[in-house]
């Protein structure tokens, strides 16, 4: 029998309310980015970050101060930044066009 969309829902409520009692058995954490630690690591402003590496200004600003936490392709982006800065903007670079 196919799960409803009502199955889900009741089973995703289940794993959550689970993890809120301590059993992350059922759960995916996500690691939080610090974003702020990866643009020091380039030695760039925030304006100088987000133009660099096409990222809104105001969303490099969100990431910082926790009003936002980035999406997974934006997490992705900020590991290859912190682990190869030059490398990442020499590419970012060439599909500018």
Do not use: N
């Amino acid at each position: 029998m196919a799960r409803t969309a009502f199955d889900m829902m009741m089973e995703g409520i289940g794993d959550a309310i689970a993890y809120a009692e301590g059993d992350t058995t059922r759960a995916r954490v996500i690691a939080p980015v610090d974003a702020k630690a990866v643009r020091a690591c380039t030695k760039k402003s925030q304006a100088e970050f987000a133009k660099t590496y096409h990222l809104p200004l105001g969303t490099v600003r969100d990431w910082e101060q926790k009003r936002r936490t980035p999406d997974a392709p934006a997490r992705v982006l900020l590991a290859m930044i912190a682990a190869e800065p030059e490398t990442v903007e020499r590419l970012v670079a060439k599909i500018e066009g």
